[in-house]
Structure formats: C-alpha cells, structure tokens
C-alpha cells in the first residue's frame, strides 16, 4: 500500500510558476510508476505528465509539454511538478498517482495507476 500526498499549490499570476511536490509513504517507491493528473470543474480527469521508475524516461501531454517538468527523487520517496508559464487552462485540481506495475515506458492512462493522493488545487488568474 502507497499512501500520496501531494502539496505546493496556490494562485499564481499567468506566466508564473508553480512546483508540485508528491510524497509517498512506503519502501519500495523507487519501484512504483508515477504520474501527474489534473481535473478541471466541470471537466474529466486528464493525463499531464508520467515518469518511469527509473526516472530514465518521462511523458507529457501536448497541452504542457515544454512548460512542465516532472522528476523525481527516490531517495526522498517524492516526485515533483515544475510547472512553469502558468495559463489560466491550467488551473484544476493536480492529482498525484502511483502505478505498481512494470512498463517498459511512462504511461498516460489512468488504469495504469494503482494509487491516488487527495489533488492540491492549482489555479492561474490572468
């Protein structure tokens, strides 16, 4: 079992910056698969960004790609979100996940994440 907690959220001014931090509970983080989701009102949960086990390979959605970075330090059993040249688009709720079985690359889709923290809200005024 994985318990997230995901912190670092606020209201920020478009084009500022925001870094999300997701601690995990457990031994064997630097087993898991971890991800970055969001969930805006009235909108579905969407993928944002993915990072392999190994920290080798990352994945993001076309909506932050070249705005976001995710990465992770298994020492620390936490994986961030830099989010950089914020837009009001981005403001939702950002959930942290965590998957527990092996892919051979970061994965975009929910099924693939066996854990959920609670969300820290993001929101971007313009």
């Known amino acids: 079992q994985v318990q997230l907690v995901e912190s670092g959220g606020g209201l920020v001014q478009a084009g500022g910056s925001l870094r999300l931090s997701c601690a995990a509970s457990g031994r064997t983080f630097s087993a898991y698969a971890m991800g970055w989701f969001r969930q805006a009102p009235g909108k579905e949960r969407e993928f944002v960004a993915a990072i392999h086990w190994s920290g080798a390979s990352t994945l993001y959605a076309d909506s932050v790609k070249g705005r976001f970075t995710i990465s992770r330090d298994n020492a620390k059993n936490t994986v961030y979100l830099q989010m950089n040249s914020l837009k009001p688009e981005d403001t939702a709720v950002y959930y942290c996940?965590?998957?527990?079985?092996?892919?051979?690359?970061?994965?975009?889709?929910?099924?693939?994440?066996?854990?959920w923290g609670q969300g820290t809200q993001v929101t971007v005024s313009s």
């Open positions: 996940a965590a998957g527990r079985r092996y892919y051979a690359t970061p994965q975009a889709t929910q099924r693939a994440y066996d854990y």
